[in-house]
């Protein structure tokens, strides 16, 4: 039963591939997320959807982008993959009603070689 | 645009102590502010979540407290234990509540 799932949990490709992360979350909540963790372990926000609405995008290049069939999934998928895509991706949810109290995956490792 | 910084950037204690991890946030105007745990190569846990109008909030052997006008939040842990080893990670939420804003972390080691 766990709350902010993402798949996969490795993802390794080389360079120019496109890939896709999924993030499926079980708590009911209107508001997701996309994260990026790089190398220095530093957490910049991607993207924000409520209700299946962008919200925010926080200067992410074209490549990457986000969909949201429903409000219980948000997906990343990245074109044309570059070395620096290399990092932590981590989705995360919360609810208005709940003060926005964010609730994170355990995060997708991509490494681009 | 908003910037959050957090002193120490690592602190090592022995087990028992009391500590304060530190973080400053440049601009007041906030939806709500978190601690969370983050152990290496896992998730992040939150610990704590201070909305914009609350002064403290407590959990256990933790107590976080804000104060907005100035810009700082700390969280402190009572008895520190091997256990609470792991990067602290302070964040503050935009104005509507749509996005975190973090900090880059402080490395915490309890030694036994």
């Known amino acids: 039963d766990t709350a902010v799932s993402q798949t996969p949990k490795y993802l390794v490709t080389q360079m120019g591939n496109d890939k896709s992360i999924k993030c499926e979350q079980n708590l009911g909540h209107d508001t997701m997320y996309w994260y990026k963790q790089d190398s220095k372990k530093f957490l910049k926000i991607m993207f924000s959807?409520?209700?299946?609405?962008?919200?925010i995008n926080e200067t992410v290049p074209n490549r990457f982008s986000p969909k949201s069939p429903d409000k219980a999934h948000l997906n990343l998928h990245i074109n044309s993959l570059e070395l620096g895509d290399s990092a932590v991706y981590f989705c995360?949810?919360?609810?208005?009603?709940?003060?926005?109290?964010?609730?994170f995956g355990p995060g997708t490792r991509l490494t681009v070689t | 645009k908003q910037e959050v910084t957090q002193i120490p950037a690592a602190l090592s204690v022995p087990e028992g102590e009391n500590l304060v991890l530190n973080c400053s946030f440049t601009d007041s105007a906030i939806y709500n502010l978190q601690w969370f745990r983050q152990d290496p190569g896992k998730g992040l846990t939150s610990l704590l979540l201070?909305?914009?109008?609350?002064r403290e909030q407590t959990s256990g052997r933790l107590n976080a407290s804000l104060d907005k006008s100035s810009g700082r939040s700390t969280l402190y842990i009572a008895a520190s234990q091997p256990g609470d080893s792991a990067t602290y990670l302070c964040a503050v939420a935009n104005q509507a509540g749509t996005a975190l804003i973090f900090g880059k972390g402080t490395t915490l080691s309890v030694s036994s």
């Open positions: 995360a949810s919360s609810d208005r009603g709940k003060s926005y109290e964010q609730y």
């Open positions: 959807y409520n209700n299946k609405e962008l919200i």
């Open positions: 201070i909305q914009s109008s609350q």
